[in-house]
């Protein structure tokens, strides 16, 4: 009897298991499975106590167990509750959330001063953006959030930015306040804060995983200025 019931939950488990294969992405798929295996592990334990396997089964359940709890607090550390990176240039604030990878910003000059980039639409947000004219720091900076935002908006661009997007991202001067602000830092941090604020923020918004070459050189500057000053 005890054999039927592990079988047919076998067979509902492995279902399940299926189901969610063909419907997750891969992004959710990963959380999933740090979620799901442990959990497995623990029912195959459960199973193993019903036939009988006691010492093997307690071994499974635990070892789930820790798992799980393993896994809950890798999570935790990496998650920076509430915690915000400020970039600021001639023409634009913008600010970036470490949790949500979202950018939000305000106008600083100009005939859309004042204005949150969130309450404009596209047709508004490209005039800002042929206002920012020379100013290659603001022009890059809002083409960052353009490119959150509206991921086709450069089709509707005039032809003439292309060499602008293609140029290298601007490094202008920076204070150490302005560093902090970037790397999301109360001013005084330790050289371990400053590095592991980094590495935070390049595994979100570094180029190669999608992000913006932008916003990762002023990380990058932030991160080396900082380090510079408490060498």
Not at 77 to 99: C, F, I, N
Not at 154 to 175: F, H, L, V, W, Y
Not at 220 to 231: G, I, P, R, T
Request: proline fraction near 2%; hydrophobic fraction near 50%.
């Amino acid at each position: 009897m005890r054999w039927i019931f592990v079988i047919i939950a076998g067979l509902l488990a492995t279902g399940l298991i299926g189901w969610a294969f063909a419907r997750a992405d891969a992004a959710k798929l990963a959380a999933q499975l740090r979620i799901a295996g442990p959990l497995l592990i623990g029912a195959a334990g459960l199973a193993l106590l019903l036939l009988g396997r006691v010492q093997l089964g307690f071994m499974l359940i635990a070892g789930g167990g820790a798992l799980y709890a393993s896994g809950r607090r890798s999570r935790a550390a990496m998650k920076s509750p509430g915690r915000r990176s400020m970039v600021r240039t001639a023409a634009l604030d913008m600010e970036l959330d470490h949790d949500t990878g979202k950018l939000e910003g305000i106008v600083l000059a100009g005939r859309h001063e004042g204005k949150v980039l969130g309450a404009m639409d596209l047709s508004a947000l490209l005039e800002l953006h042929a206002d920012l004219g020379a100013d290659a720091e603001s022009s890059q900076l809002l083409e960052t959030y353009l490119d959150g935002r509206f991921p086709a908006w450069r089709k509707d661009a005039e032809a003439d930015m292309g060499d602008r997007q293609r140029s290298a991202p601007g490094s202008g001067a920076m204070t150490e306040q302005e560093a902090y602000q970037i790397l999301g830092l109360e001013a005084g941090a330790s050289t371990a804060d400053i590095r592991k604020a980094h590495r935070r923020l390049m595994q979100r918004l570094h180029p190669d995983l999608g992000g913006s070459s932008f916003l990762a050189a002023r990380i990058n500057q932030a991160k080396d200025l900082l380090l510079s000053v408490q060498d």
